[in-house]
């Protein structure tokens, strides 16, 4: 029995103590989230942006980086272009961060029509802390996220240009 007891606490201790990897496709969107190899950043521009009086993300600070699919709708200074649709496979990984700079939260679109979890412009949305727990599944396919993403302005669902001119 002595024995058994500090096994146990080990074994819930490795259990609690690990990163905790979603599965399915918000595993895949959060991989996606993580990963920052090629990728541009909005107005060629890594800086911390304040948050925008018109988001509904609760976080003071972002910044929005765009795979290289996505990245072919920006133009020469990083803006999103002017009725633009973006192709297949793009990723637009909006990062949130709180008022000390640490990441928190991935807000992320992936442009995958052939999902099952894909809107009806074919993004899959999904809204993921940084340790991996699953905020939003992108099973219920951007349901919170598109009244705010729908309105004037937005170009396939992009907002940077109306609110980071």
């Known amino acids: 029995m002595r024995v058994a007891v500090p096994f146990i606490i ?3 201790l490795l259990t609690f103590s690990c990163k905790k990897e979603p599965k399915g496709i918000d595993g895949e969107l959060f991989s996606l989230s993580e990963e920052d190899a090629g990728f541009v950043w909005y107005k060629n521009s890594d800086a911390f942006l304040d948050k925008s009086s018109g988001s509904g993300h609760n976080f003071p600070f972002l910044r929005t980086r765009f795979n290289a699919a996505a990245a072919t709708q920006l ?11 973006f192709p297949e496979g793009s990723v637009v990984v909006k990062e949130l961060y709180n008022s000390s700079n640490e990441l928190e ?3 992320t679109l992936y442009k995958k029509s052939d999902s099952e979890f894909a809107d ?4 899959v949305w999904g809204y ?3 340790n991996g727990k699953v905020v939003e599944s992108a099973e219920l ?3 919170s996220c598109i ?7 937005n170009i396939d669902y992009m907002l940077m240009n109306v609110y980071f001119p």
């Open 10 to 12: 080990l074994v819930l």
């Open 75 to 85: 133009d020469a200074s990083g803006k999103i272009v002017d009725n633009a649709v």
């Open 105 to 107: 939260r991935y807000a």
């Open 120 to 123: 009806a412009n074919g993004w």
């Open 128 to 130: 993921i802390e940084k």
């Open 141 to 143: 396919k951007g349901a």
């Open 147 to 153: 009244g705010c993403h729908s309105q004037g302005g």
